[in-house]
């Protein structure tokens, strides 16, 4: 059994991220730690980092998270995904990231 050792980050949808991550730097003091045409991350003091997604439609916003990644100790994404598979758990890759979904649907990444 692999065991986490806390989130990486949590996903969100937005209707309008870039709006959104100027939110988080003027009211909660966060940086951007990256971006792209899809997403932007802002990381907060302890390291932790809320990704803000593009919503591609409204419904997205405001429905929910977007998806947990669990930080894994070095090395061990490759162990948890095998043993996940084991399982018979269905594996995803969505974009460099590699998970699976929970009972209820939620996407899991590991980094």
């Known amino acids: 059994m692999t065991t986490v050792s806390g989130f990486d980050h949590v996903g969100i949808y937005a209707k309008d991220m870039e709006a959104s991550a100027q939110w988080y730097e003027q009211h909660l003091g966060m940086q951007r730690a990256s ?25 997205q916003v405001g429905s929910g998270i ?19 598979s084991a399982a018979g758990v269905s594996i995803e890759q969505v ?10 649907g939620y996407r899991i990444h590991f980094v």
């Not at 990644?69 to 090395?75: S, T, W």
């Not at 974009?95 to 209820?104: A, T, V």
């Open 66 to 84: 977007q998806h947990f990644a669990y930080a894994l100790a070095e090395g061990d994404q490759a162990e948890a995904i095998a043993s996940l």
């Open 35 to 59: 971006a792209n045409d899809h997403h932007i991350f802002m990381k907060m003091t302890d390291g932790q980092v809320l990704a803000i997604f593009q919503a591609s439609n409204d419904e």
């Open 95 to 104: 974009g460099p990231s590699k998970g699976c979904r929970d009972l209820d």
